[in-house]
């Protein structure tokens, strides 16, 4: 069975695992994640598969503007081609949507082309790239999914 929830500070240890396990660089760190949990204009949802948290997702929001920021989408290597990056991808879209934000942007690895196949699936369109982006030099794709109105 699948869930998503809002993280919580109990989800800390799990969150941070998971953080470890799939990023080489530029981690979240505990400092960050007790800030995003509590006290930052964002959401972080996670995505459970039995019971077990096996990814993560956090959207930034800014105040008097149109556009939410897509901050971080991470799932289990374990748990890595069974469409829990989409599950929670569409949780955190809607999130967004019900905060009256007008659209998503992101910053994904020029080189990471299944999370850009995964984007572009869903709608997300690329508009620019930002040289040096990450610690090794890779530059990064910036893309963004505009809502349509209903």
Do not use: H, W
């Not at 953080?19 to 760190?29: G, Y």
């Not at 959207?59 to 469409?83: D, M, V």
């Not at 989409?86 to 080189?111: G, H, P, W």
């Amino acid at each position: 069975m699948i869930q998503i929830k809002k993280a919580v500070l109990k989800n800390l240890t799990r969150l941070l695992a998971i953080e470890n396990e799939c990023f080489s660089e530029s981690r979240i760190s505990e400092i960050s994640f007790c800030y995003l949990l509590t006290k930052a204009n964002a959401d972080v949802l996670i995505i459970l598969k039995n019971n077990i948290v096996c990814g993560d997702g956090i959207i930034l929001y800014r105040k008097n503007s149109a556009s939410a920021r897509l901050y971080s989408l991470a799932i289990s290597k374990k748990y890595q081609g069974q469409g829990l990056s989409k599950k929670l991808l569409c949780a955190l879209e809607t999130s967004a949507q019900k905060k009256k934000y007008r659209q998503l942007i992101l910053e994904v690895r020029k080189d990471n082309i299944s999370a850009i196949k995964l984007y572009e699936t869903l709608q997300y369109k690329s508009f620019g790239e930002i040289p040096n982006y990450y610690e090794d030099g890779m530059t990064a794709v910036r893309m963004k999914k505009i809502f349509v109105a209903c």
